[in-house]
């Protein structure tokens, strides 16, 4: 289970909104100092994100909250809308020019390219089929709320100086 902390800011019905903080991982690399994500996630910051959670633990606006999602899920979600869509392309624009080797030996660029965009667009439109095909299984796909963050209080210990 994946999970993050977040805040409620809207319920409706058996779903809540949260606001998340994206956070990116270029403060525990040992190259930070030389890399260009570094230099891309100071320019764009950390952006809040707003999430559509299933209200498993009735927690109403302003609570602190654990939002989970499975491993699987976010796997098969992640290979349905990026890595499909790349094979697609990649096998078309393969597929062009085997085409273009037999048939228009002068325009293997040309016919590469227009089947890989062909092939990108048809995969878009697979992965859109497919994800809304799923509707009904679609809970699979949405973060729950696991659980509600207590706030942590310090006590103040008073010191005396003699």
């Excluded at 109403?60 to 654990?66: E, L, S, Y």
């Excluded at 624009?93 to 590469?112: I, K």
Aim: glycine residues 8%; hydrophobic residues 40%; proline residues 2%.
């Amino acid at each position: 289970m994946v999970e993050e902390q977040a805040t409620v800011v809207d319920c409706e019905g058996e779903f809540a909104w949260v606001e998340t903080q994206r956070q990116s991982s270029c403060g525990h690399c040992s190259v930070k100092n030389g890399c260009g994500t570094q230099v891309l996630s100071k320019i764009f910051g950390n952006k809040t994100a707003y999430v559509r959670c299933i209200n498993s633990c009735h927690v109403k606006i302003g609570d602190r909250v654990i939002i989970g999602i499975n491993e699987s899920a976010l796997l098969s979600g992640s290979f349905l809308l990026y890595l499909l869509p790349l094979l697609s392309m990649i096998i078309a624009s393969g597929a062009g020019v085997a085409m273009a080797r037999q048939w228009w030996p002068h325009y293997l660029d040309l016919s590469s390219i227009i089947m890989a965009v062909a092939g990108l667009l048809a995969g878009l439109k697979y992965s859109r089929y497919k994800s809304s095909f799923n509707n009904a299984n679609q809970k699979t796909y949405e973060p729950v709320i696991l659980k509600k963050v207590t706030p942590y209080i310090r006590s103040q210990a008073v010191i005396w100086d003699k």
